[in-house]
């Protein structure tokens, strides 16, 4: 009895010994490895464009424009009179389908549905979001879409990888 006793003090005593943080073994400032994460996404971020631009100057068909968000947009189909574009609260109603930048279906206009979205109100594609205020009824426009403006490192969890690069085909059907 009296070594169980024993036991049980010195089991507390080490239990409530300070116990000593352990030390990194290569120790780096947070500062330098944040510095080295910017610098290799902006490195990504470089590699990344020039894929699209070298697809765009290949692209014979459609003629891009950048955007000043940093997305390259193309008109497939585009309404020439003064019609107005959404603004801040509208909501639209839009179609619109999702490829890679080669034009392999991600997701198709059927899979999607018809999509109402309050402009600006709502949490969306964020290239698409200031797209879609470039656009009247019944325009088609061809977005190509850095990952940064989409999905980002993370994808979609589903059928958009990381850091993918998408085009998505967006037809305006209403402002309300």
Request: charged share 25%.
């Amino acid at each position: 009895m009296k070594t169980k006793g024993l036991f049980v003090l010195i089991l507390i005593f080490v239990a409530c010994s300070k116990n000593e943080a352990r030390r990194p073994l290569n120790p780096k400032p947070s500062t330098t490895l944040l510095s080295e994460t910017v610098d290799h996404s902006k490195a990504l971020n470089e590699i990344e464009v020039q894929k699209i631009e070298d697809y765009i100057a290949n692209d014979s068909l459609q003629i891009y424009e950048v955007s000043k968000s940093g997305f390259w947009y193309s008109y497939q189909k585009k309404v020439h009179n003064n019609a107005s574009v959404p603004v801040l609260g509208d909501e639209v109603i839009f179609e619109y389908q999702i490829s890679d930048l080669y034009g392999n279906p991600i997701y198709t206009k059927e899979e999607l549905g018809l999509k109402k979205y309050l402009v600006d109100k709502e949490d969306f594609i964020s290239a698409l979001q200031k797209g879609i205020k470039l656009m009247k009824v019944g325009e088609t426009v061809i977005f190509v879409i850095p990952s940064y403006h989409a999905f980002g490192i993370s994808g979609d969890g589903n059928k958009i990888g990381m850091n993918q690069t998408i085009k998505s085909t967006v037809t305006l059907l209403k402002i309300n």
